[in-house]
């Protein structure tokens, strides 16, 4: 018979610091699993807050687009007047379709915890499936609280199929990695040619009352502003972004009234154009001229992805209110009066939008068009800017600067290389083409491969995230995708007219993200094949004869896992290491943001008398990283908590052991006698025996977390150095002339021209110690 003597209280405790040591997390990281974002459960008073804001936020771009819609739709005038109603159709069913019903009602939806754009729709992919090219994921990556994340459901096998395809195909994360790169280098291409052909389309206007001006001195006003808006970029929208609101609230008052006075003053008719036949009689009339004239209708939604890319500073609903009553309403009145006017000067259809407007108001309407179309450039930068901070934090881009403009807003963020080399391109653009039409060929196709690239991974979540039924999915796919197929062709025949513009600037710069990416993968994999492993510290130190020295080190590698080649190398030629060394990583998970009791991910390197240790500082790809000081003082908080929770897990081992072997004993020596008497007296000894030892555990352990904890405070008080290794990578003797050519030139270029990763990270120079090695693959 054998006697078991178990603790209820020990019990639950042990089970409980079994839980947290498999979270990784530490301390209170499970009380703030109900993290929300900006306006996610925002009531109706704040909602409409957030709509108001949002008008001038994201609704700059496609407020402003009729301002050269009609003007790029008939390059070369109206032949037949009931053209107007076809083109007024496809105006209205246009913005219809694709920003009302496929972003307003559904795209929105695909949201990766608040945040919107390209990158969100990947990395939300890339959190349900492993399609992400780097080896750096790790199981408690999925336990933070703003994951989000759930298994799919084994009974759904489509879904299942499909996540077996794309994490068993590398040709398919390629295709994913390569789309989403793609639709990234078409919203910078907008970014660039938004300002452009927004300001010049705006000052355009001051020739109907300077008509000696020639379209020379107004393609240097533009010039002026573009320098002026790129120039004030570093301040940020922070400053001036909630005022816009007012001012695109009043641009959208003024282009509805003036839009339902021409409707009343030339033409009420126009409103037959609500009929969709009147496209199919513009079609059957026009034929082959009525399918490139698309490539002017599209441009009446340009800007929609900003709806869905700026959607983290606010909410679902709120985008919806602001769009469906704002918005729409405003631009299809305008857009219904312009049309109204041209039925009765068809000649006018060069300068629509200004002939248009009532003598009394033009100067108003020119000076808020002015400062509409600023707002519109703005917007559109401050969303590219965003898009690339994302890319860059995951390993998509190769290593600038990112500038946070807001301590409010992490979205608003600045970089100075990019702003420079997009000013720089919207200005040569804008003398390069110096009309708004010619402009409108490049900016179109921009557009729409944003707007279908979109589609192809919106499909992809509603297969794998949602798990949609089938004909919702074909539904979406068939009916949005044919659509901006149409478009991308008509586009596409005025590729020799400046359509190869955007074919040219993307194509530049998915080489350079994609050559940065194929080498830092290539890389991270040569690291991961090359790592010493942890159990091995204690003998490579002994085998260097290493010294500890006064400090604390942080050795920063992109490995989460293993000790880094990097640091043989650095003991084999200085023997020594710092008392307190952490193997520190940086990683970006594919979310918008990590909370900070979550941030840090600590593991043991060896035995506790080392006092080496492993760390992850895992960021979303919207939090920013803190200034030094900062995140030494947050490193050193948690470091102690994890010495606290390590060794009160060790004393409950310890008690349960004790437990254990002390019941085995008294087993043993009461098994001859069976009286109740005996096995009561043998419990009391037993339960003597464990509190008496416990007690000793206890004070034991607390004194050295104490003594631990203070070391710890001294040893930072003596300096820290961060040691960074300086990778030398270059191709392998045997590899193809491309790789070489990939590796040895572009991305050597790359690396020597961007800053270096001290700066990325704010490290101060005097602290810093770099350790050289090469890598070949």
């Known amino acids: ?248 609230s009043i641009w959208f008052l003024l282009i509805a009234g003036i839009g339902l006075y021409n409707l009343i003053a030339n033409d009420i008719g126009v409103l037959r154009a609500f009929n969709p036949m009147y496209i199919v009689h513009y079609f059957k009339r026009n034929g082959k001229d009525g399918w490139i004239s698309l490539g002017g209708v599209i441009l009446c939604v340009t800007g929609t992805e900003g709806m869905y890319a700026d959607l983290g500073h606010f909410n679902i609903r709120a985008v919806q209110i602001s769009f469906n009553c704002v918005l729409f309403p405003s631009v299809a009145l305008c857009y219904i009066g ?79 290389e990019v702003n420079f080399m997009m000013g720089l391109a919207s200005i040569i653009v804008t003398i390069a083409f110096r009309t708004t039409t010619s402009i409108g060929h490049a900016y179109g196709i921009c557009v729409v491969t944003t707007f279908l690239i979109t589609t192809h991974l919106t499909t992809i979540v509603m297969l794998l995230v949602w798990k949609k039924h089938v004909i919702f999915i074909l539904l979406f796919y068939v009916v949005f995708s044919v659509t901006e197929v149409v478009y991308l062709s008509s586009i596409l025949s005025k590729f020799i007219d400046g359509g190869y513009l955007p074919f040219c600037f993307s194509l530049v710069l998915m080489s350079l993200m994609a050559t940065w990416h194929y080498v830092h993968v290539k890389r991270c994999w040569h690291e991961l094949e090359h790592i010493v492993p942890t159990n091995e510290m204690k003998a490579l130190l002994e085998k260097n004869d ?62 506790m008398e080392q006092r080496m240790f492993r760390c992850v500082a895992r960021y979303g790809y919207s939090d920013r990283l ?64 464990v509190s008496s030892h416990s007690r000793r555990i206890t004070f034991h352990m607390d004194h050295t977390v104490e003594e631990e904890k203070q070391l710890i405070d001294r040893e930072v008080e003596r300096g820290v150095v961060y040691l960074m290794g300086e990778a030398n990578v270059s191709a392998g003797s045997k590899s193809s002339i491309m790789k070489k050519i990939v590796v040895n030139y572009v991305y050597s270029f790359l690396r020597k021209n961007l800053p270096a990763g001290h700066k990325a990270l704010s490290i101060p120079k005097d602290q810093l110690l770099k350790v050289g090695i090469t890598y070949e693959i």
């Open 546 to 607: 290493v010294q500890r020295i006064p400090g604390v080190g942080l050795l920063y590698t992109e490995l989460i896992q293993g000790i880094p080649p990097v640091f043989p190398r650095l003991i084999k030629k200085i023997p020594s290491v710092h008392s307190i060394f952490v193997f520190m990583s940086i990683k970006h998970l594919p979310i918008p943001h990590v909370v900070p009791l979550e941030r840090f991910l600590f593991r043991q390197v060896g035995p």
């Open 1 to 248: 018979m054998s006697l078991e003597v178990e603790n209820p209280v020990s019990t639950e405790l042990t089970n409980r610091l079994s839980l947290k040591r498999h979270d990784s997390l530490f301390g209170d990281a499970e009380k703030v699993s109900g993290a929300t974002y900006h306006g996610s459960a925002a009531s109706w008073a704040r909602t409409l807050h957030l709509a108001f804001q949002s008008i001038g936020i994201i609704y700059g771009d496609i407020g402003t687009s009729p301002l050269y819609v009609y003007s790029s739709t008939f390059p070369d005038g109206i032949k037949n007047n009931d053209d107007l109603l076809g083109v007024l159709s496809l105006i209205i069913y246009t913005l219809i379709l694709i920003p009302m019903l496929k972003y307003v009602f559904i795209v929105l939806y695909a949201d990766d915890n608040g945040d919107g754009g390209t990158f969100a729709l990947y990395s939300l992919i890339s959190r349900y499936a492993k399609v992400r090219l780097t080896p750096n994921n790790q199981g408690e990556d999925a336990m933070v609280s703003n994951y989000s994340i759930e298994a799919p459901n084994s009974q759904l096998k489509r879904a299942q199929w499909l996540k077996q395809k794309l994490e068993s195909s590398k040709s398919a994360k390629i295709a994913l990695f390569t789309l989403t790169i793609l639709g990234t280098s078409m919203v910078m291409g907008d970014g660039t040619l938004t300002p452009a052909i927004s300001v010049l389309s705006a000052v355009s206007g001051i020739r109907e009352k300077a008509p000696s001006l020639t379209q020379t001195q107004v393609v240097w006003i533009s010039v002026a502003i573009l320098f002026m808006l790129f120039s004030v970029q570093r301040f940020g929208t922070d400053k001036v972004g909630y005022t816009f609101a007012p001012i695109i």
């Open 626 to 689: 803190e200034d030094p000081k900062e995140f030494v003082g947050f490193l050193v908080d948690r470091l102690k908590m994890f010495i606290q929770e390590e060794s009160t897990h060790t004393q409950y081992e310890g008690e349960n052991d004790e437990t254990s072997s002390n019941t085995e004993v008294s087993e043993v020596q009461t098994r001859p006698r069976r009286s109740t008497h005996s096995v009561v007296h043998s419990e009391q000894v037993i339960e003597s025996r």
């Open 338 to 416: 312009q049309a109204a006017y041209l039925r009765k000067f068809p000649e006018n259809v060069a300068d629509t939008f200004y002939r248009s407007i009532p003598g009394p108001l033009f100067w108003p309407t020119f000076i808020v068009a002015i400062l509409a179309a600023i707002i519109a450039s703005q917007a559109m930068l401050s969303g590219a800017f965003a898009i690339l901070s994302k890319a860059l934090s995951l390993g998509c881009f190769p290593r600038v600067r990112v500038i946070h403009t807001s301590e409010k807003y992490e979205g608003q963020v600045y970089i100075p």
